[in-house]
């Protein structure tokens, strides 16, 4: 079973700083998902990788391969960017999903 | 597209009861599967379908049966609840790539909120 650790768990920062969280895992894995999820809602899909980066506005996802890790960048972080930022990965003909526990990000204006 | 949806929003049950959680996608997608997730752990796999008529064990199964008669719906059925399966139930949904065996960017409904006393 592969394990997913995420770090870390907590994050408090000021509006305008640059964020990264971090997501490694233990076994080869197909894809590697990114997803948020605000207080009290739903789960969004950000990013799905198997290698290189991915931007999508202020968010940018890099995963290296060899290493076994990813990483998850906010520039100009926003309070409307506070929300549970969860890491997922699926292995190599391995359809189900292994989720971190998430890192919980607070933006303070 | 309404994308992924879920009912109940809330439910509270007694000790023994038994209840349907209903899920349903709009978005032919292939792969189904129901998720618990309780504080301080990540989300956990309880059932998984890649099609109509083909449903599978995740995780954590005890206590829940599922059946995919269509393809847009997944129904997770409590059998007895229990206090253990007080959580919050989420229904995701993606496409599947049935020889590669790998599945896509997952659509997740907004939540089953499920409090068992």
């Known amino acids: 079973k592969n394990e997913v650790e995420q770090s870390p768990q907590n994050l408090t920062a000021q509006e305008g700083e640059f964020i990264t969280i971090n997501c490694s895992y233990s076994?080869?894995?197909?894809?590697l998902h990114w997803l948020q999820q605000h207080p009290g809602g739903g789960i969004v899909s950000l990013f799905m990788?198997?290698?290189g980066k991915k931007k999508h506005g202020r968010l940018i996802a890099t995963i290296n391969i060899q290493e076994k890790h990813s990483s998850l960048h906010i520039t100009a972080s926003h309070p409307r960017d506070s929300a549970v930022y969860i890491c997922?990965?699926?292995?190599?003909?391995?359809?189900?999903?292994?989720f971190g526990t998430g890192t919980r990000l607070t933006i303070i204006p | 597209n309404a994308g992924v949806t879920q009912t109940p929003k809330f439910q509270v049950l007694k000790t023994g009861q038994s209840m349907t959680l209903q899920c349903a996608q709009d978005?032919?997608?292939?792969?189904m599967s129901w998720y618990r997730q309780d504080p301080g752990m990540g989300l956990r796999l309880i059932h998984y379908?890649?099609?109509?008529?083909?449903?599978d064990q995740g995780e954590v199964p005890n206590g829940y049966n599922v059946s995919r008669s269509t393809t847009e719906d997944f129904p997770l059925r409590l059998l007895s609840a229990a206090p253990s399966q007080t959580s919050v139930y989420f229904c995701?949904?993606?496409?599947?790539?049935?020889?590669?065996?790998?599945?896509?960017?997952?659509?997740f409904g907004p939540g089953t909120r499920l409090t068992v006393t």
């Open positions: 995701a949904s993606s496409y599947y790539h049935e020889n590669a065996g790998t599945t896509y960017e997952q659509y």
């Open positions: 076994v080869g894995i197909s894809a």
């Open positions: 990788l198997s290698s």
């Open positions: 997922a990965v699926s292995g190599f003909g391995n359809e189900k999903l292994t």
């Open positions: 978005m032919n997608h292939e792969y």
């Open positions: 379908s890649v099609g109509a008529g083909i449903t």
